[in-house]
């Protein structure tokens, strides 16, 4: 991975500023909602710290697109495309900044809501429902149901970056108009559900996988569900995933002219 | 024994749209030369060395360069300086350095520190704060830095003051080892690179028009290659 970081570092720079700005904004937000909440709020009261999760998808687009755009805007685009290095480490190291942005940002906005949520008072609530909920599905259970729910975020993000990202260089390979940036995204969206479809017919033999869910009154004894995912639907999406990322590293190695 | 040929062209075509930037150009340049790349705006220099460089790709006919088709293999053995500037404004002139030698196999630390020190260059200074003249060095002593086979400058005086012209020529001929490397410079500031030019091609509205050595086109024109690239282009 020789020269991976050299162009992480390059991407990180590109976008630090703005990803600052938009830390600084979340813990602002959370921390004016942090002050003004105590025991005998009400409810409702929390429920804006729940906006950043919102506003970090919003910033995770932007910050896709900003990483391939400065670079273009700066001339730097004519050193990337003539180093001797592999079109999928550039396009890995764009996706790990953009990645490392939105999880910084996703963390800071669950720390947010769970310190407001913590001096709301809800704090004895929230133990007695995760205990209750560890009791009704045990413990291997309950981080089970939490990691997929944890990688399905992740992988949410993982997915409009790399999207957007073939789509970028798609653009780049018409018109430097930024309308075609729409038509671009549909196209790959396209050519992902493609892929997918041809993943859920490769991946039709390996089994299922459920997880139990809670749902119902979280102030009574909770109830669970079992949720039955179909494993070649989600190995399809990975497959789809990896082909639309190497797609990307294909036009910025073989493709992209300047 | 036949010389052996570090960049081959063959019938090279490139078009933008309706402009046709290159119209079947063949050119063959062995290791160890001073190329000028010279002729007016729109010539097609930059195109050349873009697709000398992986930048572009032809519409038709074929790039060689140590006989490999242009690709990884070849960006590990070209430096390339394009006219533009290519460094971002958070860099320092350190940066800028030590970015680049991350990212090349053959990059010379000593060397560097060598051309920073006649360059002028401040190893500290911001790439935003530079002028003009001074990110020319910086992009000069970024791309001679390395121990590549080819060099491919684009415009390396344009627009600079005079001072740095004579600075930048003079560290081209300091870290050039004749029959080692090969430069390619593309340049219309003619008068005052033609001293270290081996060979001279003249490229006109994507056509070469004259590819002779130096030494030969001065004997056979009765003129200095500056003279004849005012008659050509009148």
């Known amino acids: 991975m020789k020269g991976f970081g050299k162009l992480l570092k390059k991407d990180l720079e590109s976008i630090k500023q703005v990803a600052i700005v938009q830390g600084v904004g979340i813990l602002l937000w959370n921390l004016f909602f942090f002050t003004r909440v105590g025991k005998e709020s009400p409810p409702w009261m929390v ?80 133990f007695t429902y995760v205990n209750s909920l560890i009791q009704a599905i045990t413990l291997a259970e309950f981080i089970k149901t939490t990691s997929v729910f944890a990688l399905g975020y992740l992988m949410l993000g993982i997915n409009i970056a790399v999207v957007i990202h073939a789509s970028y260089n798609c653009m780049r390979l018409t018109s430097r108009f930024r309308f075609l940036l729409g038509i671009s995204l549909f196209t790959v969206g396209w050519l992902q559900s493609l892929f997918a479809s041809a993943g859920y017919h490769i991946f039709r ?21 079992n949720v039955i995912f179909n494993s070649s639907i989600i190995l399809g999406y990975i497959l789809a995933l990896a082909l639309t990322f190497w797609l990307t590293g294909y036009l910025i190695e073989n493709v992209l002219e300047v | 024994m036949t010389e052996q040929m570090l960049v081959q062209t063959k019938n090279l075509t490139k078009r933008f749209g309706r402009v046709l930037a ?12 001073v190329v000028g790349l010279v002729g007016p705006n729109g010539s097609g220099k930059s195109t050349f060395l873009k697709l000398l460089a992986g930048l572009v790709r032809p519409d038709s006919g074929t790039v060689l360069i140590n006989g490999q088709k242009v690709g990884l293999k070849t960006k590990a053995q070209v430096s390339y300086q394009p006219e533009i500037d290519q460094f971002y404004d958070w860099m320092s002139v350190g ?7 991350g990212l090349v196999p053959d990059w010379n630390w000593e060397k560097a520190q060598e051309l920073l020190g006649f360059l002028n260059l401040d190893q500290g200074a911001r790439v935003k704060h530079l002028s003009k003249g001074m990110r020319a060095r910086l992009k000069l002593a970024v791309s001679m830095s390395r121990e590549a086979d080819l060099y491919l400058l684009d415009e390396p005086l344009s ?21 080692r490397h090969t430069i390619i410079l593309s340049t219309h500031e003619v ?27 001065r004997a056979a024109h009765g003129r200095s290659i500056q003279g004849l690239f005012e008659e050509v282009y009148e």
């Open chain 2, 159 to 179: 627009g600079i003051d005079p001072p740095s012209r004579v600075r930048i020529i003079k560290s081209l001929i300091g870290g050039y080892e004749s029959g």
């Open chain 2, 95 to 101: 940066d800028a350095l030590d970015y680049t030698a």
């Open chain 1, 47 to 126: 429920l804006p710290t729940l906006l950043p999760f919102v506003l970090v998808f919003f910033w995770h687009i932007m910050q896709t697109v900003q990483v391939y755009r400065h670079e273009w805007q700066l001339g730097g685009i004519y050193q990337t495309l003539t180093i001797p290095q592999p079109g999928w480490k550039i396009a890995l190291a764009k996706l790990t900044a953009v990645m490392l942005g939105f999880v910084l940002n996703t963390i800071l906005a669950a720390v947010g809501f769970l310190l407001t949520v913590w001096r709301a008072g809800f704090r004895e609530l929230a």
């Open chain 2, 22 to 33: 290159l119209n079947d150009v063949s050119i063959e340049i062995p290791k160890g030369i």
């Open chain 1, 205 to 225: 033999w390996v089994p299922h996988f459920a997880i139990k869910v809670p749902f119902g009154d979280p102030l009574n004894i909770p109830q669970t569900v």
């Open chain 2, 191 to 217: 008068a005052e690179t033609e001293g270290i030019f081996e060979r001279v091609v003249f490229l006109e509205k994507g056509r070469v028009r004259i590819d002779e050595s130096a030494e030969s086109i």
